[in-house]
């Protein structure tokens, strides 16, 4: 079982949409939690950190329920800017090396 | 631009060759951090270093593969004899050592490496 599931999607969605991905992770003892986006062939860059409270930055939000283990990310008003794939993250110990998930594509359509 | 650079950004090789990558991380960090991403996945955890100090190895980096942080400023990751499945896209990012565990990491552009 890998460390950090997600659903690959691909998810695709009409402009204006709202569109939610999820993750679980398997290490009861992870203490940091990340979004990240990527575009094709880039490297990986911070969308948002995640906390037990849940946060918002525009029109993301991000999620955290630790008791089931699980991460959401929602995405609302979709712009066809956002289309990319999501990488749900976890930290992992005092070395702060991240455990990613395998990504969800997300393609937003005019 | 993070601030993080790699070179080369392509690498096309035979395979048996050997290669090396090098990453130069934002100036203040002293954590240094490789990834492996192949096609479809996500970055998989390689190596960590923290100044000079090569910390953490995945079980991921076999005998072939060799990382060195000398002097705690730019790395480098070397792959001998290289394999068709060493294809890849090689990361780096770097972080502050700071007390907040939800410090980010930056990642460079990365290397990608076609083993023919």
């Known amino acids: 079982r890998k460390e950090v599931e997600q659903d690959p999607g691909p998810f695709n969605v009409p402009e204006g949409a709202t569109v939610a991905f999820n993750c679980t992770y398997s290490n009861s003892a992870s203490q940091s939690f990340f979004w990240y986006r990527q575009d094709c062939r880039k490297e990986p860059k911070l969308l948002m950190s995640?906390?037990?409270s849940g946060n918002e930055d525009g029109r993301f939000t991000a999620q955290l329920n630790r008791a089931s283990q699980y991460i959401s990310l929602l995405i609302r008003d979709s712009k066809l800017s956002d289309s990319a794939t999501y990488l749900c993250?976890?930290?992992?110990?005092?070395?702060?090396?991240?455990?990613f998930g395998q990504g969800t594509t997300l393609q937003v359509k005019p | 631009d993070t601030g993080v650079s790699q070179n080369p950004r392509h690498k096309i090789t035979k395979r048996g060759q050997n290669v090396t990558f090098r990453c130069d991380p934002i100036?203040?960090?002293?954590?240094l951090y490789w990834y492996r991403q192949t096609l479809g996945q996500g970055p998989e955890f390689l190596t960590y270093?923290?100044?000079?100090?090569?910390?953490?190895k995945s079980r991921l980096l076999s005998d072939r593969f060799s990382a060195e942080r000398p002097k705690g400023s730019f790395s480098t990751l070397e792959i001998q004899r290289t394999e068709q499945g060493d294809s890849a896209m090689y990361l780096c990012?770097?972080?502050?050592?700071?007390?907040?565990?939800?410090?980010?990491?930056?990642f460079g552009p990365g290397t990608r490496l076609t083993v023919l």
């Open positions: 270093f923290q100044n000079e100090a090569q910390l953490e």
């Open positions: 993250v976890v930290g992992s110990g005092n070395t702060g090396k991240l455990i």
């Open positions: 990012a770097s972080r502050k050592q700071t007390s907040t565990i939800t410090d980010t990491q930056y």
């Open positions: 100036s203040e960090h002293n954590r």
């Open positions: 995640v906390y037990s």
